[in-house]
């Protein structure tokens, strides 16, 4: 056997261990929840709540460790005193607490990423393994002691290298799904990973610099090291669309972690999903900090004296409602500082009780309460009473509040006098228009200035009212037993007996607008507007966010080009970090170099010093003479592409990036080539993939934002500039689709784009 073959068996029996305890364990907590699910639903309300709670814990203990399976073990350190210390996604010890795996977040596990020669302590050498399933395929080693023995044996094993995990892991073909980098992470990323939690990290990073595995990775760390913090409040991860957080939800379980709510902005509030969106114009207009107080205003001019006030008739005698019991109702009813649905209850009150005391002036004694009690329910039933009520203090929704200002332009320009002619058509629209993505963060702060909708305030849901009997039974126990300090609250009790791990608090964060978390990891953050800020800030009142993007990379017009501008604002100057990632680990040297000479051309920041690699012949171009063979060229292209990466085992990604205008003719001539060209099987297999887990797409760039592929085609560049709403955003796009390839980038235009513009 050779020194490789040993070490490889060696290592094969330290892997094998590991599992075999993972699965011992797996065992054990399947056991434990057949026998909860056998006892059925016997027993008192509280053994079934209890049963049910120890089901969900090992449901989603289960759930953990199967997510852990793929590369359970991938590295090991060793100290000057021969100690060796495995390294993996999850912590594993023996029967006898004796550690068999490290966890990656551990303290004991930083040396595996941020170890140097220089900086290394006590390891004299790191270990890379690569794992096919559960076998043993390689090893690499670094010895970090370049005066230990180790040096010599891991050079006659061939073991003896420094980057070849990582430059495996890029090289491998691109899948539907992001990977996790817990295996590879560098040092410049893991010192991110490991930052401070009390306070806005700012990642800023040019394209596959690794800004969202890093991202990731944090959140898992966190939640790791700070699970009495988080396991109750929860955290939060934005992202730019529903591809996206396809691309990436397999990360965090893979890393150990469940129960971490995904969002994209349009789908932040519960109830509503926004998936139209607005022109960039109206998009901007809409992100504009002022609209803020376009919509307090709005909500303001609903709060009137009206001209026409009403006299009741009770019991024979005239009740007349006066301007001044409106004026000190309303005022009443802003002392309250409530939101707006509910400070009318207090206004209703009041001007109701103006009234009742008008009509017992009248009178020649002195009313009881109870007929009182009586003429105030006649005052309330009263028609024109009602509609007077209404009109001097209307209730709203935030839907019909938002619908009402963009469908009455006079309206918008009275209360927005800021905005221009031009600028009031490009936000106008039919009344009844569905919502878009823009509208979602003006419908959060309108529902925050509002309150409850005042026809769902009286509907309790089933689950509301068993909650309620639940804390309600809570109380009475905690009071039985003499505990009513508050250092255990009634629902903190709830939750104990209900389960209330990770899980469960997604569920509820995820369902409730007004949840605040623990944390909130925010990607492609150069695209939010300050409206958008407002309501994540909203979302986590202490301010510890992990913030990725690149300004670069800003597509939108109410976007960021400035962090320290944005942050200073949002956080202030003391507590937010800025943080740089510089080298470039997806895309080869050849097309880095190229994307990052065109943006600097248009005067676009570029962070990436360097490529890690080197990809001959990675860029390539094709001139034609008009459209029709424009569209013919890039459709023989992608079948070239699709036989070169794509697989039937589900690897290998292509993406076609189109300006708008072309896109549905090249989709046309695309799909036609590829039926021609493939058998019918693997051609009907591609065409039935959904399309978030398409391996040959043809879209816009703004669908492909944060992802990957093996092999991109961008079609003609010149023609995608002049449909930009601006050149900066133009060259922000052209820079975002000349870096999505991982191994081939293919320009596709006609002669007259390639005098338009120079790439």
């Avoid at 803020?292 to 005698?317: K, S, W």
């Avoid at 205008?661 to 009907?684: F, G, K, M, N, T």
């Avoid at 591609?686 to 887990?693: G, I, V």
């Amino acid at each position: 056997m050779s020194e490789y073959a040993a070490q490889i068996h060696e290592e094969q029996q330290a892997v094998d261990r590991a599992y075999g305890r993972l699965d011992a364990l797996r065992a054990q907590v399947k056991s434990r929840l057949d026998t909860v699910r056998a006892a059925g639903s016997h027993g008192s309300p509280t053994q079934r709540t209890e049963r049910d709670s120890f089901a969900t814990m090992y449901e989603d203990r289960l759930t953990q460790m199967r997510a852990v399976e793929d590369r359970l073990v991938f590295g090991r350190l060793d100290n000057v005193k021969a100690d060796r210390r495995y390294i993996g996604r999850i912590g594993l010890s023996d029967d006898n607490h004796e550690p068999i795996l490290t966890d990656w977040r551990a303290e004991a596990a930083r040396p595996f990423y941020e170890a140097t020669p220089s900086n290394h302590g006590d390891i004299v050498m790191r270990r890379h393994l690569t794992l096919r399933f559960r076998e043993v395929v390689g090893i690499e080693d670094e010895v970090l002691d370049i005066d230990s023995h180790q040096v010599d044996q891991a050079a006659a094993s061939g073991t003896l290298t420094g980057e070849g995990a990582l430059l495996a892991s890029l090289s491998s073909r691109r899948t539907g799904k992001m990977t996790d980098i817990v295996a590879t992470i560098q040092a410049e990323q893991d010192r991110i990973i490991r930052s401070d939690m009390n306070q806005a990290v700012v990642v800023q990073g040019g394209p596959g610099t690794g800004k969202t595995a890093v991202a990731l990775h944090r959140a898992a760390y966190l939640l790791y090291t700070h699970r009495r913090t988080l396991e109750r409040s929860g955290v939060l991860v934005v992202g730019p669309s529903s591809t996206f957080l396809r691309y990436i939800d397999q990360v965090l379980p893979s890393l150990g972690e469940t129960g971490v709510v995904s969002r994209t902005i349009g789908d932040l509030v519960p109830g509503f999903s926004a998936t139209v969106t607005d022109s960039p114009v109206a998009a901007m207009l809409k992100g504009d900090r002022r609209m803020a107080r376009l919509i307090a205003d709005a909500i303001t001019a609903r709060v009137r004296v009206p001209a026409d006030l009403p006299t009741a008739r009770v019991n024979g005698f005239a009740v007349p409602m006066l301007a001044v019991d409106i004026e000190q109702a309303q005022a009443d009813a802003r002392r309250t500082r409530q939101p707006h649905n509910k400070a009318r209850e207090t206004f209703v009150r009041s001007i109701l009780a103006a009234m009742r005391t008008r009509y017992a002036e009248q009178l020649d004694y002195t009313p009881d309460e109870t007929e009182l009690n009586r003429v105030t329910s006649l005052l309330r039933m009263d028609d024109k009473v009602r509609k007077t009520i209404n009109l001097a203090w209307l209730p709203m929704n935030a839907p019909w509040l938002i619908d009402q200002l963009w469908s009455h332009p006079e309206r918008l320009h009275r209360l927005a006098p800021w905005l221009t002619a031009d600028q009031i058509r490009a936000l106008a629209r039919p009344k009844g228009s569905p919502l878009t993505r823009s509208d979602i963060p003006l419908l959060d702060e309108a529902m925050e200035l509002l309150g409850p909708d005042p026809k769902a305030a009286g509907r309790v849901s089933a689950k509301d009212a068993a909650r309620a009997e639940e804390e309600q039974f809570a109380r009475d126990t905690l009071a039985q037993n003499g505990i009513g300090s508050g250092i255990v609250t009634a629902q903190m009790l709830v939750d104990n007996i209900n389960g209330a791990d990770t899980e469960l608090t997604a569920q509820r964060a995820a369902s409730d607008r007004e949840w605040t978390y623990g944390h909130i990891v925010v990607d492609e953050a150069q695209e939010l507007t300050a409206m958008d800020w407002r309501m994540l800030l909203r979302r986590c009142p202490s301010r510890s966010f992990t913030i990725v993007g690149d300004v670069a990379q800003t597509s939108s017009l109410g976007g960021t080009r400035s962090w320290k501008r944005v942050m200073d604002r949002l956080f202030g100057e003391a507590h937010w970090s800025l943080n740089e990632l510089t080298i470039d680990y997806r895309n080869p040297q050849e097309v880095s170099d190229l994307a990052s000479q065109f943006a600097e051309r248009e005067g676009l920041y570029i962070s990436t010093v360097k490529a890690v690699r080197a990809l001959p012949d990675s860029v390539r171009r094709s001139c034609v003479e008009d459209q029709e063979a424009l569209l013919e060229d890039v459709a023989a292209r992608t079948v070239e592409l699709t036989r070169e990466f794509v697989s039937d085992d589900g690897t290998g990604r292509v993406a076609v990036l189109t300006p708008d205008s072309l896109h549905d003719a090249v989709l046309e001539h695309v799909r036609q080539a590829l039926q021609r060209a493939l058998p019918a099987d693997r051609y009907a297999r591609l065409r039935e993939q959904s399309a978030w887990d398409e391996q040959v797409s043809v879209c816009s760039i703004q669908e492909v934002k944060g992802l990957e592929y093996d092999a991109v085609i961008v079609v003609e560049p010149g023609l995608i500039e002049q449909e930009a709403p601006s050149r900066l955003v133009a060259a922000s796009d052209l820079y975002v689709a000349m870096t999505r390839p991982t191994q081939r980038l293919l320009i596709v235009r006609t002669k007259q784009d390639e005098n338009d513009l120079t790439i």
